[in-house]
């Protein structure tokens, strides 16, 4: 879960899960629920 004050749409992430450690290399799913503006569902990659 996630809230921000960001109005243009970006977001930047460590690739540090919440247990602190760094995540695995792979192919990532995610999903955003945006109230009052639809869901969104998404891919990316983490590569070395």
Known sequence: E???SAFDGAE???LV?????DIAFGYY???ID???MGD???K???IK
């Open 2 to 4: 996630h809230e921000s």
């Open 12 to 14: 930047s992430w460590n």
């Open 17 to 21: 899960s919440d247990d602190g450690m």
């Open 29 to 31: 799913i995610y999903h």
């Open 34 to 36: 945006a109230p009052g």
């Open 40 to 42: 969104h569902i998404g």
């Open 44 to 46: 990316f990659a983490v």
